[in-house]
C-alpha cells in the first residue's frame, strides 16, 4: 500500500508562486511514473503534470505549460511541483498520485493512477 501525503497549499495572490511537495512512503516510490491533479469546486478532477519513475520524461497540461515545473527527488521519496505566475483559475485542490506500473507510456489519465494522496488546497486571490 502506498501512501501518499501532500503539503505546500495556500493562499496566494495572482502572479504569485507555490511549492507543493508529496511525500511518499514506499521505498518503491522510485520505480513509479507521478502525477498531479486537480479539483475546483464542482468541476471534475483534471491532470496537471506527470513525470516518469526516473524523471526523463515530463507532460503538463496545456494550461500550465512554462508555469508548472514536475520534479522528484527519487532518494528522498518526494514529488514537487512548483507553480510560478498563478492566476485565480488556478484554484483547486492539488493530488498527487501514483502509478505503479512504470513499463507503461506516461499517462495523463487518472484511471492509470492507483494511489491517490488526500490533496491539499491551492486558492489564488485577485
Known amino acids: 500500500q502506498v501512501q501518499l501525503a501532500e503539503a505546500g497549499g495556500g493562499l496566494v495572490q495572482a502572479g504569485g508562486s507555490l511549492r507543493l511537495s508529496c511525500a511518499a512512503s514506499e521505498r518503491t516510490l522510485r520505480t513509479y511514473h507521478m502525477g498531479w491533479f486537480r479539483q475546483a469546486p464542482g468541476k471534475e478532477r483534471e491532470f496537471v503534470a506527470a513525470?516518469?519513475?526516473?524523471?526523463?520524461?515530463?507532460s503538463y497540461t496545456d494550461s500550465v505549460k512554462g508555469r508548472f515545473t514536475i520534479s522528484r527527488d527519487n532518494a528522498k521519496r518526494i514529488l514537487f511541483l512548483q507553480m510560478n505566475s498563478l492566476k485565480v483559475e488556478d484554484t483547486a485542490a492539488y493530488y498527487c498520485?501514483?502509478?505503479?506500473?512504470?513499463?507503461?507510456?506516461?499517462?495523463?489519465?487518472?484511471?492509470?493512477?492507483?494511489?491517490w494522496g488526500l490533496g491539499t488546497q491551492v486558492t489564488v486571490s485577485s
Open positions: 513525470i516518469s519513475w526516473n524523471g526523463g520524461n515530463t
Open positions: 498520485a501514483a502509478d505503479i506500473q512504470p513499463w507503461t507510456p506516461l499517462s495523463t489519465s487518472l484511471s492509470a493512477y492507483e494511489y
